[in-house]
């Protein structure tokens, strides 16, 4: 199916959009959580997270789409939880990875 195929192609645009980020990052610690960044993401990683975004919804819609008629909150469920999954958690796991790199420490 389709979906699958936008599914997968949602997780490595996200992969690639965080790792891009964590490159433009190089030197500093990048923002997690709720915390802002200090300056705009760079136009490649917004696009790419823009394409992440896009197929990850209409993947999961496709996919879940089966699912529709018989459990409509369950169906509603599981889109979210593919958008979070597929979109987020690359994210979460290369900023943690990035902000483990031990920082150059200037003595005092």
Known sequence: MWGYSL??????CSSLGAWWAAVDYSGRRMPSGSQRHTWDKSRRV???????????FFGAIAVA???WMSNPWVTGAFVCAIMV???GLPAFLITL???RKPESVSPM
Not at 7 to 12: G, K, Q, S, V
Not at 50 to 56: D, E, I, K, Q
């Open 46 to 56: 917004r696009r790419i997270e823009f394409v992440a975004w896009l197929s990850a």
């Open 97 to 99: 990875v990035h902000n």
């Open 7 to 12: 599914i997968a192609l949602a997780l490595a």
């Open 85 to 87: 999954l597929v979109n």
């Open 65 to 67: 789409n089966q699912l």
